[in-house]
């Protein structure tokens, strides 16, 4: 049946196949696009490709509500080539793009170029718009607009919306749009001048810090805005264990939410900063280990919805700056699977890591699973502008947009920032001996990655 169908036929033979039962040993047979069937010892037609998955878990496609491309605008660090392959090397299908580029995504016409260039990558590019004029929390976006382009997300990411009316005229606006806000959680006030922490850590350093107040306030206040207008929002890279609280309550009140947390801030406190190393600073910081362990548990008991990398190329000049001048930042796109693994720890089952990685970010960024409807694939979320053929995340089985990620939980690799494909090098596990990596990465059934390697 399967050599039947028209296009090269892909069998990705040997693994454990995530179905919604769980994860099944089972082949994997991909044509035209799609996954045509799953089961045990699947017919290989003549001039197939067998893809060893040996050892390996076969899930789909991870995707990342939290990119930052840096094309337009500092091309020198990143470009969408370049971060693509990193995220193909990843495991990742789907990249949000965050709108803080040179110019920002906040017309269409930056919007489409993003777009052209996408279709190109190695990974679906998916256009996060900003929520104000030029990230400066003042005038709205056209986000009617973008969306009827397809964005689906908007963010003043890096700064976050600081004005609470503008903030409550951009939820009712996307309310009727059927799109979704996210929130970079920072007072800007409280946070002022802060490189760090504000803790033992900062006042040993003698760094000006960033209180956990900065983030959680901001929090407050949008939820008490999302317990107003009605409208969805996700609430980004989150850090503090007083915002997980916060999360944790709106949930169980029924506030329409959603948040992520990031690998790093999931494993690195503020301890790292000792050495004042700028590869360690980031925005939010690092924080303390009580915060690390609050952001774990909140994953591993699902208060928390997505992992996100917060990926943030930057030149290596850059980074060479003193700690209190170099930009925040940090790479994440090709460790962030292992690294996330690693923290959640072995007793939580795969199929919760590729839903924090995967399905839920899939859900979130409105691309879910495509579903058969009278024969054609049919979008998984309502709502205007929705990308034609977009569909990530869900369970292999056939039917399904071929977008697969083959993960080797055994497998052991030591993070070399010369060999990463990202442009930049700025990755805080340089050195660090990571079990779990990539094998093989399939997009639009596509092998994009073959044995940790990018096949263009």
């Known amino acids: 049946m399967v050599a039947e169908r028209q296009g090269p036929v892909i069998v ?54 939290h990119t930052h491309l840096r094309q337009p605008g500092a091309e020198e660090v990143e470009t969408i080539e370049t971060g693509s392959r990193a995220a193909a090397l990843g495991g990742y299908t789907a990249l949000v793009a965050m709108p803080n580029t040179e110019p920002p995504v906040d017309s269409a016409g930056v919007a489409r170029e993003i777009m052209e260039l996408g279709r190109s990558a190695l990974a679906e590019i998916l256009v996060a718009g900003a929520i104000t004029m030029g990230r400066s929390g003042e005038r709205l976006a056209p986000m009617a607009e973008l969306s009827r382009l397809g964005v689906r997300i908007f963010t003043d990411d890096g700064t976050g919306v600081q004005d609470a009316g503008v903030m409550r005229r951009a939820l009712d606006y996307a309310r009727g749009l059927g799109v979704v806000l996210a929130q970079h959680c920072e007072d800007r006030q409280l946070a002022a001048g802060g490189v760090m922490h504000e803790g033992a850590w900062s006042s040993r350093l003698g760094l000006p810090g960033v209180p956990a107040a900065a983030e959680e306030t901001m929090l407050a206040r949008d939820l008490a805005l999302v317990r107003l207008t009605g409208s969805r929002m996700h609430f980004m890279h989150l850090s503090t264990e ?15 939410i959603t948040a992520e947390v990031t690998p790093h801030h999931l494993t690195l406190t503020e301890e790292a900063v000792r050495e004042y190393d700028p590869v360690f600073k980031v925005s939010p910081p690092l924080r303390r280990r009580r915060d690390v362990e609050a952001l774990v548990a909140a994953a591993r008991d699902k208060t928390v919805d997505a992992v996100a990398t917060d990926h943030a190329p930057h030149a290596p000049e850059a980074k060479d700056l003193p700690f209190d001048q170099a930009p925040p930042g940090m790479l994440g796109l090709e460790t962030a699977l292992a690294v996330t693994c690693a923290a959640l720890g072995d007793d939580v089952p795969k199929e919760q890591l ?18 058969r409807a009278g024969g054609r694939r049919a979008g998984a979320l309502p709502g205007p502008g929705r990308p034609v053929g977009s569909a990530q995340g869900g369970w292999v089985q056939a039917g399904a947009a071929a977008n697969l ?45 073959i044995d940790a390697q990018a096949q263009r």
């Open 242 to 256: 007083g915002s997980m609280e916060l999360v944790r309550r709106a949930k169980a009140e029924g506030l329409p």
């Open 354 to 371: 590729f839903a924090l990685m995967s399905q839920q970010p899939a859900r979130i960024a409105g691309v879910g699973p495509a579903r």
């Open 12 to 65: 990705v033979r040997g693994g454990a196949v995530l179905q919604p039962t769980g994860f099944t040993r089972a082949d994997v047979a991909i044509a035209g696009g799609e996954v045509r069937a799953v089961g045990q010892d699947v017919s290989v037609p003549r001039g197939a490709t067998v893809i060893d998955a040996g050892g390996c878990l076969v899930g789909p496609g991870l995707v990342d509500l």
């Open 405 to 449: 990620c083959v993960f080797d939980p055994h497998a052991t690799w030591v993070v070399d920032p010369g060999a990463l494909a990202s442009r930049s090098r700025n990755t805080p596990f340089a050195g660090w001996t990571l079990r779990g990596r990539v094998r093989h990465t399939i997009l639009r059934g596509e092998p994009v990655v």
